[in-house]
T-cell receptor, first 115, second 110 residues
Framework: EPEVTQTPSHQVTQMGQEVILRCVPI?????FYWYRQILGQKVEFLVS????????KSEIFDDQFSVERPDGSNFTLKIRSTKLEDSAMYFC?????????????FGDGTRLSIL | GQQVMQIPQYQHVQEGEDFTTYCNSS?????IQWYKQRPGGHPVFLIQ?????EVKKQKRLTFQFGEAKKNSSLHITATQTTDVGTYFC??????????FGAGTTVTVRA
C-alpha cells in the first residue's frame, strides 16, 4: 500500500537555527498538509497546500514557517529561527481530494527537538 | 474559529467491556473523521461520516454523526488489548482544514 514518507525521523537543532522537514506524499494525491503534535497533546493543523499554493493555514503557521513543493514529489516545511516551543512531532499528510471527502494519510512524522 | 472538543480524555477499560468517546463541535461540520493513533505512531484513518444521523460500523466499532452535524461518537464493544491507543475525531467545515479533538487515550486492563 502506498504511504507518505517523511525524513528525517528525528531532527535535533540548536535554537535559532533553520530546519527543513521533508515529505514525499502519495504519488496520485493532490492535497498536502502539515500538522504538529506536541508530546502528549492533540494533533494541530498547520497548513494545507494545493495546486502549488497554500489553501489554508492556522494561527500557528506564522512568518516563521513556510512550505514548498520544490519538485514533483517532495513537500517541505521550513521553520526559521527555531524556538524551544517548536519542539514537537511534525506530521505530513496527503489526500486525493480536499478534506471534505477524502481521508488523510499520515506519514510516520519527524520528531523535532530544539536545544 | 472552529473548535472540536472530545471527552473523556482518558478511558481505562476492563478487557471485554464497552466504552464510548464523544466529540462535539462549536460549529456545524461538513464531515467528521475518526483516526486512531497507537503509542509512538501516527494517526491512521478509521472512518468518515458525512450525512446527518449517519451510523457506520466496523466490526466492534460503531460511529455516529449527530442529527445537527455538530457531534459524533465512537462506541467500542467487547474491548480488546488491540484497541489500545488514542482515538481522535477530526471535523471539517470546508475543504482544506481538519480540526482535531484532543483525543481519548484508551488503556485496557487484561
Amino acid at each position: 500500500e502506498p504511504e507518505v514518507t517523511q525524513t528525517p525521523s528525528h531532527q535535533v537543532t540548536q535554537m535559532g537555527q533553520e530546519v527543513i522537514l521533508r515529505c514525499v506524499p502519495i504519488s496520485n494525491h493532490l492535497y498536502f498538509y502539515w500538522y504538529r503534535q506536541i508530546l502528549g497533546q492533540k494533533v494541530e493543523f498547520l497548513v494545507s497546500f494545493y495546486n502549488n499554493e497554500i489553501s489554508e493555514k492556522s494561527e500557528i503557521f506564522d512568518d516563521q514557517f513556510s512550505v514548498e513543493r520544490p519538485d514533483g514529489s517532495n513537500f517541505t516545511l521550513k521553520i526559521r529561527s527555531t524556538k524551544l516551543e517548536d519542539s514537537a512531532m511534525y506530521f505530513c499528510a496527503s489526500s486525493e481530494q480536499g478534506a471534505l471527502w477524502q481521508p488523510q494519510h499520515f506519514g510516520d512524522g519527524t520528531r523535532l527537538s530544539i536545544l | 474559529g472552529q473548535q472540536v472538543m472530545q471527552i473523556p480524555q482518558y478511558q481505562h477499560v476492563q478487557e471485554g467491556e464497552d466504552f464510548t468517546t464523544y466529540c462535539n463541535s462549536s460549529t456545524t461540520l461538513s464531515n467528521i473523521q475518526w483516526y486512531k493513533q497507537r503509542p509512538g505512531g501516527h494517526p491512521v484513518f478509521l472512518i468518515q461520516l458525512v450525512k446527518s444521523g449517519e451510523v457506520k460500523k466496523q466490526k466492534r466499532l460503531t460511529f455516529q454523526f449527530g442529527e445537527a452535524k455538530k457531534n459524533s461518537s465512537l462506541h467500542i464493544t467487547a474491548t480488546q488489548t488491540t484497541d489500545v491507543g488514542t482515538y481522535f475525531c477530526a471535523g471539517s467545515s470546508n475543504d482544506y482544514k481538519l480540526s482535531f479533538g484532543a483525543g481519548t487515550t484508551v488503556t485496557v486492563r487484561a
